[in-house]
Structure formats: structure tokens, C-alpha cells
């Protein structure tokens, strides 16, 4: 075959180890999923309501403009129908992304590390890359701005940024933004949105009215808990959303996941009730952190980067064996770290008492 020698250097998607996988190899019977920053209080009661009570009809096409959805997040977010992409989780719309705007000859700037899923998809396109380093966390957007040539198509900001949970105030993004190229897309990766308790923050889509040259995805993988759905969107001026639109695939979105999401982009009170229970349960990490003498990086979402004093598979494989499933920064490009899903008071309970285990026989930084 005549792969696209791009495919030659990459590898697929690992995902992480399953409940199930863990239970056999250790011989546990509780194991908690903290590694992909999936809601761990599930999803709204009214969708699982809505779930017992409304078969569908299996054997008919979704429809392919998710008309009902796409009123009700227009009329959410102030902007019109036409300005809102769906994909297939927001992953899909970071491929169409790349697919419309990159292949060989064009050039793609990001930070690094952030959301592997940019270097991914634009690799495969046969873009070249460029990767900014984050500057205390933060994307470093006068590095950005120089590194701007006549090829870039695409930039992003990863906003709050994944792995390190930070988040870039929007003032910043605006005036970096006033200096892009308007035929230079950015695209603004707002997946955490729902998790942001600063109240500094301001919504990206009023940028909208200023600016055509930005998309801001968001989800309904994360607050609204429905990453096994697989639905995410994007909002953009018309003008963007068209071309893109022609990369979609007709039917990308099936039918029980835009049903399910009419109704959970209903349920504010479940969004609110999530956003500040997670509050509460990452201010108890970051007293952890402080406690022990650990970096932590300021999260604004459901999952914190914190420091470990060994190495972070050591540390990851441990937390295993206890039953608790984390990330290990070796593998996001942050050495030194594991990446840890807030979860609920009970799960953080036992996350502590096993990562104090972990610091007790590994050598802690408590002073
Ligand atoms: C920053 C960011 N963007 C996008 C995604 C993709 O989310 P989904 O495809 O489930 O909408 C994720 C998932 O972890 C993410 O962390």
C-alpha cells in the first residue's frame, strides 16, 4: 500500500486501560476511573428519564442538520443557527478542522503540551507544526504571533488548556487576536467551559460579534456527561462554518445523541450543581498539593496536574494497584506530573489516602 508517509512515524490512539482490564490483572473488585476527565456524578436525571421513556426509530437516517439541537444551542449561546458545526465529539471537528484548512505547504501553530488531538489530525494532513512551549502554564501568545508565516491556516488555544487545567484570561486571547491575520483561523478549544469558576471569565462566542476568524468548540463529553454519545460543536461566523460543513460527513451525529442532548442543554441546574461541586472537591487537591509540597497547576476544570516526587509511571502504577486509574504525565508530555479526574468527595477520599501511601513509601516532599 501507498500509506501517507506521515502514517509511517505515528501511532494509534492508546486509549487508557479499561475498569475491566485492571480488575483481572490486580485482582481488585472497586476500581475508580480518574484518567479521562469523563463527569463523575453521570449525566442529567432528565436524560436518563428522557432515555426509559423514548424508543427511537432505529432504522431511520439521524437528522443530518440536527435542527431541534442546533435552535436550542442558538438561542443559548446568542448566535444564529448557521453560525454552529456539529461533530462527532469535538475530536471530529478538530479533523474537519485540519482537513478543510491543512496539507502539505500549510503550517499549524499550538502550544505544547496541549490537546494531542492538533498535532494528530495535521500531522496526517502533512502540515507542518509548530509547537510553543507553555510559559508558566500558559500559552505563551507572543511567541505565537511570531511565529506566524504566510502558510499558517490554523492556530489553537487550548482554553482551559488540557493537561495543565489552566485557563487564559480572554482579554489576553483578544488582543492576540486583533494581531492575527484575518484569513488565519483560531480556533478557541473551550471542552472544560462548564468547569470555569473564575469570575474574570468572560464567553468567547461574544467575540463573535468582532472577530470572523475564530471557532470555539465545546462538548458534551465533560459537564454535561455524555462522552459515550460522542457529540461536540463548534461556533463560527457562517462564513467559516460553510466550508467546513462541506467536510462533514452527512450523518455524523446519530440520533440518540442529539436527542439526549435537547434535553440536557435544558438542565441548567445539573450543570450548576457539577461546576460547583467539582469546584469544591479541586480546592481540596490544591490543599492537598500545598500540604505536601507539590506543584499543582491552577485548574479550571475537572481534572489537575499535579506533581509527583518520582517517576510519573512509578507513581501512575501504584495508584493502579490501588484501584485508582490516573494518567501518567510521561505519557501527555509533562514528566513529573499525573493528570487526576476530580472526582466525587467519597473517590477523593480514596484517591488521598492511596496517593499519602504513595508519598509515605516513595520519599514525600512534605517539609
Ligand atoms: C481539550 C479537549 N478538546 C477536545 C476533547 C475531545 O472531546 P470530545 O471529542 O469527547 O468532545 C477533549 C477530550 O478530552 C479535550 O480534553
Not at 94 to 105: P, Q, S, Y
Not at 214 to 234: C, E, H, N, Q, W
Not at 343 to 356: C, H, I, K, L, R
Request: glycine share 6%; with cysteine.
Amino acid at each position: 500500500m501507498k500509506w501517507k508517509t506521515a502514517l509511517e512515524e505515528m501511532k494509534p490512539y492508546k486509549p487508557g486501560r479499561s475498569i475491566e482490564d485492571v480488575k483481572r490483572t490486580y485482582g481488585l473488585t472497586h476500581i475508580v476511573k480518574l484518567a479521562s476527565n469523563e463527569n463523575p456524578y453521570g449525566t442529567s436525571q432528565e436524560v436518563l428519564d428522557y432515555l426509559d421513556q423514548n424508543p427511537l426509530q432505529y432504522e431511520i437516517y439521524p437528522d443530518g442538520h440536527s435542527s431541534r439541537l442546533r435552535k436550542k444551542l442558538a438561542e443559548k449561546h446568542g448566535v444564529s443557527e448557521e453560525s454552529i458545526l456539529f461533530g462527532n465529539g469535538s475530536d471530529e471537528i478538530i479533523t474537519i478542522i485540519c482537513r478543510a484548512l491543512l496539507d502539505e505547504g500549510k503550517h499549524t501553530i499550538m502550544a505544547t503540551p496541549t490537546f494531542p488531538q492538533y498535532a494528530h489530525n495535521a500531522k496526517i494532513e502533512g502540515a507542518a507544526i509548530t509547537e510553543i512551549p507553555l510559559k508558566d502554564g500558559l500559552h505563551d501568545l507572543d511567541a505565537f504571533l511570531k511565529a506566524i508565516t504566510k502558510d499558517t491556516t490554523v492556530i489553537w488555544i487550548c482554553n482551559p488548556n488540557n493537561p495543565t487545567g489552566t485557563l487564559m484570561p480572554v482579554g489576553e486571547i483578544v488582543d492576540f487576536l486583533h494581531h492575527v491575520p484575518e484569513d488565519v483561523l483560531v480556533v478557541l478549544d473551550e471542552a472544560y467551559f462548564e468547569y470555569i469558576t473564575d469570575d474574570q471569565h468572560v464567553d468567547s462566542i461574544s467575540l463573535l460579534e468582532q472577530l470572523n476568524n475564530i471557532i470555539v468548540l465545546r462538548t458534551f463529553s465533560k459537564a454535561y456527561g455524555l462522552a459515550s454519545m460522542r457529540l461536540g460543536y463548534g461556533i463560527a461566523h457562517p462564513a467559516v462554518v460553510t466550508p467546513l460543513n462541506k467536510v462533514r460527513n452527512p450523518f455524523n451525529n446519530n440520533s440518540l445523541a442529539v436527542a439526549v442532548a435537547e434535553v440536557a442543554v435544558q438542565d441548567k441546574e445539573f450543570i450548576e450543581k457539577c461546576r460547583s461541586l467539582n469546584d469544591q472537591q479541586r480546592m481540596r487537591f490544591k490543599q492537598f498539593a500545598a500540604h505536601h509540597g507539590l506543584h499543582m497547576f491552577d485548574s479550571q476544570t475537572n481534572f489537575v496536574l499535579i506533581q509527583v516526587p518520582s517517576d510519573a509511571d512509578e507513581a501512575s502504577e501504584f495508584l493502579l494497584q490501588q484501584g485508582y486509574i490516573v494518567r501518567s504525565g510521561n505519557a501527555l508530555g509533562t514528566p513529573g506530573y499525573i493528570r487526576v479526574t476530580v472526582g466525587t468527595e467519597q473517590q477523593n477520599d480514596g484517591f488521598f489516602t492511596a496517593f499519602d501511601k504513595f508519598l509515605q513509601q516513595g520519599g514525600s516532599h512534605e517539609e
